[in-house]
């Protein structure tokens, strides 16, 4: 999980290295904020002691309330504030999971492949399309930022791909390597 934590943390940093995006680390909590996309605006990293944890969420939704920060905290599963749980439940905060996956390509064994399916690395031609499907599928019809997504297309540490079933597009897949991070695996 450290590593999938952790190449997490350097795509919003790339992302908030962008024109007209932040990525901000606070004495309690860093946020990444994108303009005009439902992502990735959200809030992590969230550090406070046991007694300081109440006067943090009372900040944070303060903040959010008025659109100073994203309203959406991400929490890594490695967080050592016991009683966040119960604060969080206390609140009626909602609460969802989304896994970040890392996977070994040392030892993959050859599979059996349908030859309607074809894969293709999305170039910038293929940008809406692939946008078009994650944002129907995946973010509920809410905008993603284009212009983002070309910044992130145009790094080298970004991988884009779509899958076709009989020419029909029909998924999605998005890669992300810190170069830092996969000399350490």
Known sequence: MKYSQSNIEQLFKLIGSFPNQQ?????????????????PNQLLNLQA????IETVLDLIEEQSKDGEIP?????????KIHSLNDKLRQ???KS????????????????????NFKVIRV???DLGIWLSIVEEELMDNKPLNTVLFKNLLDNNNCYF???FERNLAVATSFLFVDKKMQECT
């Open 161 to 163: 791909y779509l899958g």
């Open 71 to 79: 309203n959406l905290l991400m929490l890594n599963p490695n967080t």
């Open 23 to 39: 990525y901000v680390q606070t004495d309690y909590f860093e946020y990444i904020k994108t303009k005009d996309s439902i992502w």
């Open 91 to 93: 609140r009626a905060y």
């Open 123 to 125: 170039q910038i031609k």
């Open 49 to 52: 002691s046991e007694n300081e």
């Open 96 to 115: 969802g999971l989304w896994y970040a996956m890392a996977h070994s390509l040392n030892n993959l064994t050859p599979q059996n492949t349908n030859p």
